[in-house]
């Protein structure tokens, strides 16, 4: 990775752990990106997003990471060692977060450069509340539709670690299948926010989307009720040549 990829990846990181967002607190969440095809730089344990530098991120074997989530028979038990065997590194002595195999996942489609987990305060409103998929599912304004596409994958609540990082990974995977694109940002129940994409500011871009379109949808259902748009209207907005260039020029 270049000095200027890992600037761009301290800065991101800055950006989502600054304090007025409400994105993270203390050590939550975790970024990563794509050093070249075969591995990445991700978050080290213990570090927070809001002061970290280039000694907060250890280089990591992407295969060796998703090794453990294709092989059934892996348990809880073998994720330090897994872990620790996938540093590009091998005297290195600060470990990947547990949440690495979320990253790690993901990089493996080429198309996504960086990644960015959250916890925002009005996302997790959503996802902690008795409506969750409902409300992290529907799409309540074009802006939304635009920077978020017309759909996010939801994941139910599963115990964190390895059993959430297969789900994730089912879940991508039967998006891809169904959409025929990648998506953009993966909706964990109880949990948080993954957004994914080709540079830095997409990552950052669909955070703040989904973190403003949360706080409105929380709103909303103060006053009766969210009005989402329906199928049609999300699928127009989606497909406008106009509303595509807007995408293209708002994420690069
Ligand atoms: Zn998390």
Redesign the pocket.
Known sequence: MNDQAMQQLIDLSCYLGAPGNNYVILG???TSARIDEHTFYVKASGTTLRDIDADGFVAVSISKVTAILDDESAGDEDVTRVLKEALVDPSETRRPSV?VMLHALLLRYPEYAFIG?T?PTYTNALLCSQKAEEAAMGRVCPDHVVVMAHKSVFVPYVDPGLVLAREVKTRVEAYVEEEGVLPRAIMMQN??LIAMGDSPKAVANITDMAEKMSEVIVGAYALGGPRFMPPEHIDRIYTRPDEKYRERAITK
């Open positions: 939550e969440g975790n949440e987990h916890h949990h948080g």
